[in-house]
């Protein structure tokens, strides 16, 4: 429900995912802004933490509990950062141990991702170290 929320949604909004990663507790996802500007993922995180949690809460019968409460995003200026950070999202599924291949985890963009860039982007993405990488990120 979620990958099909945040999909859905950032399409409505413009936004260009590039990567993403969806667990039971969080999520992670890199994307470009549309023309109108960044202004515009308030909008978007809105909408998808209040549709999801609405439907959440109806699937489990807890009306009214929080669901998303604690998000922040970070703006990507250069190109080492935006590059580092779409492997990190990618294996993120690997790094939480759920996989050994992130391609194989269905709610992450590992494998959509190398089917929808070039080999020489995928070989670049992967050659980034994402060990110095600080994300907030407890499972």
Known sequence: MLQKALLT????????????????NHYHFVGHSPTSGAASLTNLLSELHSRTAIAANKFDKTPGREVWHNFWETRLTY???????????HQNPVRHGLTHDARQYPYCSAA??????????????NSFKIDRVKVIDEF
Do not use: C, G, N
Not at 10 to 22: F, M, S, T, V
């Open 9 to 24: 949604i950032a399409a409505e909004h413009q936004w260009k995912l590039d990567a993403w990663a969806l667990f039971p």
């Open 79 to 89: 190109d080492k950062s935006y590059f580092a950070r779409l492997k990190y999202v």
């Open 112 to 125: 959509w991702f190398e089917q929808h860039t070039t080999p020489a982007m995928a070989k670049t993405i």
